[in-house]
């Protein structure tokens, strides 16, 4: 079994794509066709389904998935193994969030440098929708969102953390005096909140549905930091993560509005698609990022339990 047409398979089921795989490993796609049937007489049984133009994985491709994984990411490190972290070459392709993007994680990306100064990175800064779509083709090496829990079905969860979702106001809006409120009344204040496919925006308005009632924001937005201070400047209510708006609350520029039965909350990952093997390039890529942002996310929720005390 050759080491090549595994690899060769694991490109054609990330993308469902033969054309697309052949383009990315520089085959013609012929070769990649008879890799892939070269691997399914080999196995004794088809790795996927030609239905029309799509491409499928079989119940027995499905079960390859993650022995391939295995097998090159332990050929990948094999080859690197007398190679020093200074020495390795590439290029690494790193998802994040707008509001995850607006922490500072210059530190991290600085320390990785430091670490493979050989390697190139390319850093995208979208909506956690886009961001799984473009792992799922194979156009991210990595990402980190914000949303609900992924299930392991499909991804690799390289770590996570519970973050709190807060609804906020200026200290000046009227409810800001309120111990708490209803959502009846959140529904009737003036809201910015952020594009309706963000999952924190979606499961506030879920909410508000599940008790009949509905919201119109003035606003839509993709950047948290943006909401952050017009609602510092005005009127207005926002739902954020706590992450964004913790230092404003600290300053009095911004103050938490408590919502009678109501906690949200969301999780930071660090995701990889599953057939995705974990170079040394793209685990140090993880390490620097999961230390950047565990401390920073760290530093505020703490901070924050401290201000609340």
């Not at 047409?5 to 490109?11: A, G, M, Y």
């Not at 998935?65 to 007398?82: G, H």
């Not at 230390?291 to 996310?297: A, E, M």
Request: charged share 20%; aromatic share 6%.
């Amino acid at each position: 079994m050759e080491i090549r047409n595994l690899n060769t398979f694991l490109r054609v089921a990330s993308l469902q794509n033969f054309t697309k795989a052949s383009e990315e490993l520089g085959y013609s796609q012929s070769n990649v066709s008879a890799q892939i049937k070269q691997l399914e007489h080999e196995i004794g049984f088809p790795l996927f389904d030609r239905i029309g133009r799509g491409v499928f994985l079989t119940s027995y491709g499905e079960a390859l998935l993650p022995y391939a994984r295995q097998i090159i990411a332990t050929v990948l490190q094999i080859e690197n193994f007398m190679r020093s972290d200074e020495v390795l070459e590439g290029t690494i392709r790193i998802g994040l969030t707008d509001s995850l993007s607006e922490l500072s994680i210059d530190n991290a990306l600085l320390r990785y440098h430091r670490r493979f100064p050989k390697v190139h990175l390319e850093l995208t800064i979208d909506s956690t929708v886009a961001l799984l779509e473009l792992l799922q083709h194979g156009l991210l090496d990595a990402a980190c969102l914000i949303g609900d829990a992924l299930s392991a079905s499909g991804w690799i969860i390289w770590d996570m953390v519970e973050i709190p979702i807060v609804l906020v106001a200026n200290p000046s809006h009227p409810l800001s005096q309120r111990e708490t409120i209803s959502l009846k009344m959140l529904s009737e204040q003036e809201l910015i909140l952020m594009e309706a496919s963000a999952p924190y925006s979606r499961q506030f308005e879920q909410t508000l549905a599940s008790h009949h009632l509905e919201c119109q924001p003035f606003l839509r937005l993709q950047s948290a930091d943006t909401a952050r201070r017009l609602v510092e400047q005005g009127l207005f209510l926002s739902v954020l993560p706590l992450y964004t708006v913790q230092s404003s609350i600290q300053a009095g520029r911004l103050c938490r509005i408590a919502v009678q039965d109501w906690t949200w909350s969301q999780y930071v990952q660090l995701v990889l698609h599953q057939s995705k093997a974990i170079t040394p390039q793209i685990q140090g890529i993880l390490e620097e990022l999961r230390l950047s942002l565990g401390d920073i996310l760290a530093e505020k929720l703490s901070s924050n339990e401290e201000h609340r005390r």
